[in-house]
């Protein structure tokens, strides 16, 4: 049984900083592609940024030069330091495995709102 725990999200001022972690079980963690997601009321689910076994990264581009993703394929955990946080990163963010194109597995979500 899959399942991703995230945890770190809170309120942080415009300029600030954070860190989600979310610790992964079940899963071959090691051969996984891991991913953070956000969503807001009425809007879709979107990528944030992606990291493969390789240690390959892709981000969005609203967060490229300001959120960095990693792993640690001992701790099975991926993390996503977000600085100079803005009030539109606002969103619910949620942590996600996959092998193929489609999402294996979501995390139950963490609130992060960015306001003064």
């Known amino acids: 049984q899959v399942q991703l725990v995230e945890s770190g999200g809170g309120l942080v001022q415009p300029g600030g900083s954070l860190r989600l972690s979310c610790a992964a079980s079940?899963?071959?963690?090691?051969?996984?592609?891991m991913g953070w997601y956000r969503q807001t009321p009425g809007n879709e689910r979107a990528m944030v940024a992606e990291i493969d076994s390789g240690f390959h990264t892709i981000y969005a581009n609203s967060v490229k030069g300001r959120f960095t993703i990693s792993r640690d394929d001992v701790k099975s955990t991926v993390y996503l330091q977000m600085n100079n946080l803005k009030p539109e990163d606002t969103a619910v963010y949620y942590c996600?495995?996959?092998?193929?194109?489609?999402?294996?597995?979501w995390g139950q979500g963490t609130q992060v709102t960015v306001a003064s």
């Open positions: 996600a495995s996959r092998v193929t194109l489609e999402i294996q597995s």
């Open positions: 079940g899963i071959d963690f090691r051969g996984v592609v």
